[in-house]
């Protein structure tokens, strides 16, 4: 039988070697490509960073802004009303239950707040009808001791039944439907805690004096004066606003 042959493989280490040599070789060439990589990197995860921190910085900004604006609102006044019959007098009493002010004064009116629709019910627009003479003192200065502002009018009948129905039919006969609020409109101004004067249109609103928003103003305002007008005056008012109500919608 025959003997089988042995192989031993033997790698030298001159081969070792140059592989060593050829890597260093390989780094020292390409040296400055991995620095600039390094520095990318470092540079894209600095970019990183600074985002996060003006994130961070804005999160907080904004935090210290809301807080800034609770506190201004909790330190501003909020207003309720209170009605009172006394032997002969209407007495209104506008209370303020919220933050000080440091004076003020305030109109207030009694309104038809009208919302008008179109065939489809779609909003089309709004309107208040100011009640001229129907209180003859219609305005008080803030009296800091009692924290209210204070009218007193003698009590009169007067009806504005009639004058709501008239109302209702010029809309109705223009082909419009409505929705119509007898309600109290006021105009505040006051100087409040940080000494600045603060206009305020706000109306009665189910119980509640809110303030009249930006989206909510209304869209046409008509005087009429209950001691003096007529028919003729209101129909030509309120079908001028409501011919401009549609015009507007329609642009």
Known sequence: ???????????????????????????????IYFETVVMLIASIAGIFISIAGVQ????????????????????????ILETEVVENKDI???????????????FIDKIFYIVIRDEYYGYIGSGYIFLSGYRRNNYSRYDNEKKCFEIQNDLEAKSILELEEKIENIIHTSGYFYGIDC???FEFSYVDYKN????????????????????????????????????????????????????????
């Open 92 to 106: 209104l009493r506008i209370k303020n239950v919220g933050g000080d002010i440091k004076s003020g004064s305030v």
């Open 183 to 185: 309600t109290e409109y």
């Open 56 to 79: 961070v910085s804005i999160m907080a900004n904004d935090i210290s802004v809301n807080e800034q604006k609770i506190e201004d609102l909790e330190k501003q006044p909020y207003f």
């Open 196 to 251: 600045e004067l603060i206009n305020r249109e706000m109306i009665m609103n189910g119980g509640l004096i809110t303030d009249i928003e930006n989206d909510s103003k209304p869209n046409f305002k008509i005087i009429v004066n209950l001691n003096d007008y007529n028919d003729e005056y209101i129909e030509k008012e309120l079908k001028e606003n409501l011919n401009l109500l549609l015009k507007y919608k329609g642009n």
């Open 1 to 31: 039988m025959k003997k089988k042959k042995k192989r031993i493989l033997v790698y030298a280490s001159s081969h070792k070697n140059s592989n060593k040599k050829s890597f260093r070789l390989f780094l020292k060439r390409n040296k």
